[in-house]
């Protein structure tokens, strides 16, 4: 398959996953101006730096659950990271096109969003304080941001292979994923500010044009989310899906199929019988 006939098929899951993350920008930006901005009356309420990163946390970890399990996300698969599609791809499920425009996907999504927050938010959003929400190192420095960013992205791609992959477990994978997400904002976000998406860290970068580090954010969270996969090898991975409930076209079992048929060799029965663990 061409990249233009990629484009053809599958442009909706495409444009769903640049979709998705410039609403998780979107809703950065907001919740990263409400909490942070001197201006803001709930900043002013809440006087500990800590108390503010745990809302932050909170309504993040939230904000990735429901594009999960949202429609949008039932259809593409909700990655939303180059990194996770990467490992996906690394994993061999999901087609090199299909990767590739993912991916560019991701980043247009990253940079739009934040587009549409500047209109929105204006002056506050590039206050110092908030300064788009950039993901920049901590205190410790660009290479404690790196190891940082390589064990939390290491965690949560174990986790979603973990949990996606076991048929009890597989509709629990977007709330661990929403666990994950508001527990790094809160602990590890002073290390490297937590990104595990080079999408996400471009947006804000480019936003606010301010690079700082961005090796890091380019370079950990895959190597993290590919160490992952060494982790898990020799266990089933069924799809490319974080949440596969039946009903959504799924681009990743037919690209599965498709391979299948070309090899003229049957699907174990195994991978027939529980290829939607969801």
């Excluded at 006087?47 to 745990?54: F, H, V, W």
């Excluded at 990655?79 to 061999?92: D, I, K």
Aim: charged share 15%; hydrophobic share 45%.
């Amino acid at each position: 398959m061409t990249l233009v006939e990629g484009l053809r098929r599958h442009w909706p899951e495409y444009a769903i996953e640049a979709a998705l993350l410039a609403a998780f920008m979107l809703s950065a930006s907001v919740f990263g101006t409400l909490l942070e901005y001197p201006g803001s009356p709930i900043h002013q309420a809440l006087p500990d730096p800590a108390t503010r990163r745990g809302i932050m946390g909170a309504a993040m970890g939230l904000t990735a659950v429901g594009l999960v399990y949202s429609p949008w996300g039932s259809r593409s698969g909700a990655h939303f990271n180059p990194a996770v599609t990467l490992t996906f791809y690394r994993l061999g499920k999901i087609a090199r096109v299909d990767a590739i425009w993912y991916v560019v996907a991701q980043f247009a999504g990253g940079i739009g969003g934040m587009v549409v927050a500047m209109q929105l938010i204006h002056r506050p959003l590039a206050d110092p304080a908030v300064s788009y929400v950039v993901t920049r190192p901590g205190p410790r420095g660009p290479g404690v941001a790196f190891v940082a960013e390589v064990v939390i992205s290491f965690l949560l791609m174990l986790t979603v292979l973990s949990v996606s992959n076991a048929r009890r477990l597989a509709h629990w994978t977007g709330i661990c994923v929403g666990i994950l997400v508001a527990t790094y904002i809160f602990v590890e976000a002073p290390l490297s500010g937590m990104s595990m998406n080079p999408a996400r860290t471009l947006g804000s970068a480019f936003a606010a044009w301010n690079w700082t580090s961005l090796w890091v954010y380019f370079t950990a969270p895959p190597l993290g989310m590919l160490t992952a996969v060494a982790a898990y090898r020799r266990r089933p991975v069924f799809c490319a899906k974080l949440y596969h409930p039946e009903g959504p076209r799924c681009i990743f079992c037919e690209y599965r199929e498709r391979r299948a048929a070309h090899a003229r060799t049957p699907l174990p029965p195994r991978e027939l019988s529980q290829s939607h663990p969801h």
